[in-house]
T-cell receptor
């Protein structure tokens, strides 16, 4: 199995630009999680989906952030417009519903100038 | 907000020594998990302990859980340079697979 796949691995953009991060979960997993990791705030859960439906988006920092899961094999996290404080590593993770462990992707390192 | 606080924040030991990391949390849990993160990589699940368990072993890993103190410890025995990584505890409070991660302990194992 290829594991959780994220793209791009690195993204450098200018303030105000739209950023789209992509995630392909492990085949057969029906829960998907988006996290953000920074030195200041650690690892924060932004949003998670079960069976493509958003369950809890209370961690999404503000309206500039949005996430979608149009099908079981693809999810996006969009930031529009981006700001320098959005600079972080964004992780996607997946798990089987009812299974307790999560499998993480390699992350996308985002730098907003 | 962080559910788990880990202690110490950083730990440096010699290869062959044991490493102990502690995690404290605030609310009742279904289970507590430990993950490892190598520099520049994603997190990897190590071990899970349920709320009705007190101790669990997996290879060189030993995890304890004290629900009365809301704390857990991870012991890595006979450490190796390859164990150098950050270690995070994560708590499952029963909210549908949702995990809350601690602040992490940076472990450095020197040759």
């Amino acid at each position: 199995d290829a594991g959780v796949i994220q793209s791009p691995r690195h993204e450098v953009t200018e303030m105000g630009q739209e950023v789209t991060l992509r995630c392909k979960p492990i085949s057969g997993h029906n829960s998907l999680f988006w996290y953000r990791q920074t030195m200041m705030r650690g690892l924060e859960l932004l949003i998670y989906f079960n069976n493509n439906v958003p369950i809890d988006d209370s961690g999404m920092p503000e309206d500039r952030f949005s996430a979608k899961m149009p099908n079981a094999s693809f999810s996006t996290l969009k930031i529009q417009p981006s700001e320098p404080r959005d600079s972080a590593v964004y992780f996607c993770a997946s798990s089987s519903w009812g299974a307790e462990t999560q499998y993480f992707g390699p992350g996308t390192r985002l730098l907003v100038l | 907000s962080q559910q788990g606080e880990e202690d110490p924040q950083a730990l440096s030991i010699q290869e062959g020594e044991n490493a102990t990391m502690n995690c404290s949390y605030k609310t009742s849990i279904n289970n507590l998990q430990w993950y490892r993160q190598n520099s520049g990589r994603g997190l990897v699940h190590l071990i899970l302990i349920r709320s009705n368990e007190r101790e669990k072993h997996s290879g060189r890993l030993r995890v304890t859980l004290d629900t009365s103190k809301k704390s857990s410890s991870l012991l890595i025995t006979a450490s190796r340079a390859a164990d150098t990584a950050s270690y995070f505890c994560a708590t499952d409070t029963g909210g549908g697979n949702k995990l809350t991660f601690g602040t992490g302990t940076q472990l450095k194992v020197e040759l």
